[in-house]
C-alpha cells in the first residue's frame, strides 16, 4: 500500500500540473479519483501501523512509518490544490502558459480509439519513448489503474493513458492512438508587465525546484544519504525565500492596469511549490534526525515502480564530455537524473545542454530492469546480491581498467 501510494501521489502531481498547462477539467476528475484512492490507501495504512506495534520498542520506527505516509497524503492535497486553478477558475497569466509550453517534459492523457495503431498491441512492440519521447506513467481501464506497466501489457481500446515526456511527441501520439489533432496553448498579447515577468520567473523556477525536492527526499530514504536530506531541507528553505519575492512581484503588478484575476493563479501555485518543498522536508527528518527506519519502508521504496541509483561518472566512461539531450538517458535505460553532484555542489534536474564529466556524482530514478544499462554508460558493471532492499545500495566495479 506505501508504494501504491507513493506513485499515486507523485502521479496526482504530474496530472495536476498538465491540466493547468491544457486547461483540462477532465484532468481535474482524474486527480480527484486518484486523491480518493490515495485517502483510503492512507487510513488502511493508518490503521496497519497501529495494529503492528504489540511493544513499546516498536513505537518509534512505525512512528517514522506515520511520517511518512503523512507527506504522502500532504503531496497528494498539494496536488488537488494545483487543479482548483482550472476547477475554480482563477486562472493564470498566459505568459506562464507560454513558459510551460518549453518545459522539457509536460504531461499528457490520450484515449485510444479501435482500430487504431495503438489498439491491442503491447506495449513493448509501440516503443513509445523512441517514437515519440513519451513514456506512459498509468493507464485507466474502465473503473480500475495500472500503475504497473510492463512491456507485455496489451493496450485496449478505450484505455485512457497517461503519460509523460517531451511536448513535440504529443501530435505524433495522437496520430498512434487515432485521437483528434492536438495543438500546443498558443500565448496571446505580447508587452507583459516587467513584475509579472519576474513573478513568472520565480513561479517557474519554483516548480522545478519542487519537484526536485520531492525526488531528492524519496532518494534520500532509498540510500539512506545525510548529505541529501541536508539538501533537501535547503531546497524547502530557498522555496520560502522565493515565494516571498513572488508575492512581492505579484503586488507590484496588481498595482498595474491589469486583470486581478489571473494572478490568482500565481499565488496558488507558489503556496503548493512550498508545500511540496515542506512535505519533501518532513520525510528526510527521519534521516536528520537518525530515527530508526522500520523494515516496511525498504520494502516499499524497493516494490515502487521507480528504484534511486547513485552512480559516479568513471574515468573513460562513454558519458563524458557528453550532454544531456546527447544521451537521452530517458529513453535509455529509462532514467531522469535528479540530480548532478559536482565539486560538492548540487545541480538540480540538468538543463539538456549540461555535459557529463569526469567525477561527476548522478543521482538518477528509474526502472529497476534498467539500472544494469545505466551502471554500463557510466563506466560500472553492477553486481547486486539482494536487489530487493531498496535501502542496499549496489556494488559499482569499474568495467575499465
Known amino acids: ?27 481535474c476528475e482524474e486527480v480527484a479519483d486518484l486523491e480518493a484512492r490515495l485517502n483510503e490507501l492512507v487510513q488502511d495504512m493508518r490503521a496497519v501501523c497501529i495494529l503492528a506495534v504489540r511493544r513499546p520498542s516498536e513505537a518509534e520506527s512505525m512512528a517514522a512509518v506515520l511520517q511518512v505516509i503523512g507527506a504522502i497524503e500532504g503531496i497528494g492535497n498539494a496536488a488537488i490544490d494545483i487543479t482548483r486553478i482550472v476547477t475554480h477558475r482563477l486562472g493564470i497569466p498566459d505568459e506562464l502558459i507560454g513558459d510551460l509550453s518549453n518545459a ?37 481501464r474502465g473503473r480500475s489503474w495500472i500503475s504497473e506497466i510492463d512491456g507485455d501489457l496489451v493496450l485496449l481500446p478505450g484505455d485512457v493513458l497517461f503519460l509523460r515526456g517531451s511536448p ?30 519576474r513573478a513568472v520567473d520565480v513561479l517557474v523556477e519554483m516548480k522545478n525546484i519542487s519537484e526536485a525536492s520531492v525526488g531528492l527526499a524519496y532518494s534520500a530514504l532509498a540510500l539512506r544519504d545525510r548529505g541529501l536530506a541536508a539538501e533537501v531541507g535547503h531546497l524547502a528553505n530557498r522555496l520560502d525565500e ?20 489571473p494572478l490568482r493563479g500565481l499565488l496558488q501555485l507558489s503556496h503548493v511549490a512550498e508545500e511540496l518543498g515542506d512535505q519533501a522536508n518532513q520525510m528526510v527528518w527521519l534521516i536528520s ?44 535505460p529509462g532514467f531522469h537524473v535528479l540530480a548532478l553532484l559536482r565539486s560538492g555542489q548540487y545541480l538540480y534536474r540538468p538543463r539538456p545542454f ?5 567525477g561527476d ?22 553486481i547486486d546480491d539482494d536487489g530487493d532492499d531498496a535501502l542496499v545500495e549496489p556494488e559499482l566495479v569499474p568495467l575499465r581498467g
Open 1 to 27: 500500500m506505501l508504494a501504491e501510494a507513493k506513485d499515486t501521489s507523485e502521479l496526482m502531481v504530474d496530472l495536476a500540473y498538465a491540466a493547468v498547462y491544457f486547461n483540462d477539467p477532465g484532468m
Open 361 to 382: 556524482e548522478v543521482i538518477a530514478s528509474g526502472p529497476h530492469e534498467g539500472r544494469q544499462r545505466l551502471a554500463e554508460l557510466f563506466g560500472w558493471r553492477l
Open 104 to 140: 522539457e517534459e509536460v504531461s499528457h492523457r490520450v484515449w485510444i480509439r479501435e482500430g487504431s495503431h495503438m489498439a491491442n498491441r503491447p506495449v513493448a512492440a509501440l516503443e513509445l519513448p523512441v517514437a515519440t519521447g513519451l513514456r506512459i506513467m498509468a493507464i485507466r
Open 242 to 261: 522565493m515565494k516571498d519575492h513572488l508575492q512581492l512581484w505579484v503586488l507590484r503588478a496588481s498595482a498595474h492596469d491589469v486583470d486581478p484575476s
Open 168 to 197: 513535440p511527441g504529443i501530435v505524433r501520439l495522437h496520430e498512434l492512438a487515432a485521437a483528434p489533432t492536438w495543438s500546443p496553448p498558443t500565448v496571446t498579447g505580447a508587452g507583459a508587465l516587467t513584475d509579472l515577468d
Open 289 to 332: 534526525d537518525e530515527i530508526e527506519f522500520h523494515p516496511v519502508l525498504a520494502m516499499a521504496l524497493g516494490e515502487s515502480d521507480v528504484v534511486v541509483m547513485r552512480v559516479p561518472v568513471a574515468a573513460g566512461a562513454g558519458v563524458v564530455g557528453k550532454t544531456m539531450a546527447e544521451m537521452q538517458l530517458d529513453i535509455e
Open 354 to 358: 549540461v555535459t557529463f564529466e569526469e
